[in-house]
């Protein structure tokens, strides 16, 4: 997404009989659809805004904006339904899995510690059909 600069022209002779005479300028630039809601930037104001791209009948423009100058910019699209079908949230069942590895671990630790060294302790356990080693050593 990025903003879109618009700006105002007087029209030009030639270009008044086109419009009636029912209009002095025109917007030059990319609009937004007709009825879309957008974020609108007034650099006069350094305000960011809604407002709304109407048609007058006789015209367009921003239905609250008034300015010869102004930026705007599209709302962005909701995740799509696949995306959030895709989005992966843990299940309980994860949890519970790290929580029963953890226990096994620190049981594991304990039962091969046996005495101060601890370096060369070897333990292992299984759990749901894996098998886990764990090796018990001591940073300094």
Do not use: C
């Amino acid at each position: 997404m990025e903003w879109n600069k618009l700006t105002t022209r007087n029209i030009a002779e030639e270009e008044k009989e086109f419009f009636h005479n029912a209009i002095e300028y025109v917007w030059e630039g990319e609009t937004p659809e007709i009825d879309e809601e957008v974020l609108v930037y007034n650099p006069k104001t350094q305000n960011i805004y809604t407002d709304i791209w109407i048609d007058y009948g006789e015209g367009i423009g921003f239905e609250q904006t008034d300015e010869d100058v102004v930026f705007w910019m599209s709302y962005p699209q909701p995740p799509s339904a696949k995306m959030m079908k895709n989005e992966k949230m843990p299940k309980i069942d994860d949890f519970v899995f790290a929580l029963q590895v953890g226990k096994l671990v620190v049981d594991t630790a304990k039962a091969i510690i046996v005495d101060d060294n601890l370096l060369g302790s070897n333990g292992k356990f299984v759990l749901d059909s894996h098998t886990f080693n764990i090796t018990v050593s001591e940073e300094k």
